[in-house]
């Protein structure tokens, strides 16, 4: 009993500890003009802390609460205009596809044939985003786990990154600087309206089974909302701000439990990765513009091989099309989803194949 409650005193101050210094880099952030400054602030904070030894997981009620607000506000970026683009996303979609093949088989052989892996560390940690699945699938096979699990969340940390920057050069300079948008004008009908019909659609999304269904769930109900003109309210800037903080706090968390030391050990193969996956979907996505027409921003955050949940955030905070990116992230989550148990099952044939004629081989 005693162990059980200093077990839960150490977490709860390791949350306090997690937030405060979030927070702070989130402050630091803004106090130097970064672009999404209160999720970028916090990502870098919570990946100090996490590969520092703390445990910097959330608990499920505040990420649950995180994803419910951020996927309002996403909606909200939605405008009646955006549904005369639809008809292009198909041919988008394909074009994703194809460059997220690419970059699996970029990465692929950068790591089976110049770095030596084995062939299931190597087809695991090339898979881009789906992670939960990828770990589950990859965990029936004799795939190293610690690399994985370290190589896919290196590439998300470099993506954000990288992105966040970028982006902000594209939106002119470092557009976006606060973080907030304001909420616009709306009485109690709009807000209750909104906060519910997006409780219903995420609740529905959850219980699906959808990828990111808290948030994307929520997102789709406001989508629906504000396309269709019939509420013009963002979130105010008391849910928004501290939402992105819990949000960066979970994309730093992915190191959680990861030593310094495996971290810094696998940073160049991650970067390698990322560079390459980059270079994959980057080809598609100039086929995407030159193609579709889309424009650049929208593309760029569509096509990144990332999680769903921060890209869409992202997207609204840049004010870039959330629907369309979400969408994509959603396309390329269910094929990996997909793909991945068939991958595991061939992986681990294989494997007892190789083990039997070992087993067969003289002399061993």
């Known amino acids: 009993m005693r162990h059980e409650r200093r077990a839960a005193l150490s977490r709860l101050r390791d949350l306090a500890i997690t937030i405060a210094v979030a927070l702070a880099g989130g402050l630091v952030a803004e106090a ?144 976006m600087t606060s973080s907030i948008r304001p909420a616009g004008d709306g009485g109690l009908f709009e807000y209750g309206l909104m906060f519910s019909l997006c409780a219903v659609t995420a609740w529905l999304a959850a219980k699906l089974n959808v990828p990111g269904g808290m948030m994307l769930g929520a997102l789709i109900g406001s989508a629906v909302l504000h396309g269709t003109s019939v509420v013009h309210v963002s979130l105010p800037g008391f849910l928004a701000l501290p939402s992105l903080v819990l949000l960066g706090i979970i994309v730093g968390s992915r190191l959680n439990g990861i030593s310094l030391k495996a971290f810094l050990g696998l940073l160049a193969p991650a970067l390698g990765c990322f560079a390459l996956g980059l270079l994959g979907t980057g080809l598609a996505g100039i086929l995407a513009v030159v193609l579709v027409d889309l424009p650049v921003p929208n593309v760029a955050l569509a096509y990144a091989p990332g999680a769903l949940e921060a890209l869409t955030v992202l997207a609204f905070q840049f004010d870039i099309d959330p629907a369309y990116v979400a969408a994509h992230h959603v396309i390329r989550f269910f094929a990996i989803a997909m793909i991945v148990p068939l991958l595991a099952k061939r992986v681990s044939r294989r494997e007892a194949r190789e083990d039997g004629g070992r087993e067969g081989t003289p002399g061993e």
């Open 32 to 175: 130097l003009a970064l672009p999404v400054a209160w999720l970028l602030g916090p990502v870098v904070a919570a990946t100090i802390l996490s590969l520092c030894g703390f445990q910097t997981r959330l608990p499920e009620a505040l990420k649950t609460f995180a994803f419910f607000v951020l996927g309002i506000q996403a909606g909200s970026g939605v405008s009646p205009e955006i549904a005369s683009q639809i008809a292009l996303w198909p041919l988008s979609f394909v074009i994703q596809l194809g460059g997220v093949l690419l970059a699996v088989l970029l990465c692929y052989v950068y790591l089976r044939r110049l770095l030596g892996w084995d062939h299931a560390s190597a087809l695991f940690a090339s898979l881009p985003g789906a992670l939960s699945f990828v770990v589950a699938a990859a965990s029936e096979t004799k795939a190293d786990m610690g690399r994985v699990v370290i190589i896919q969340s290196i590439r998300l940390l470099m993506l954000i990154a990288a992105l966040v920057p970028l982006l902000g050069a594209l939106e002119g300079g470092g557009a």
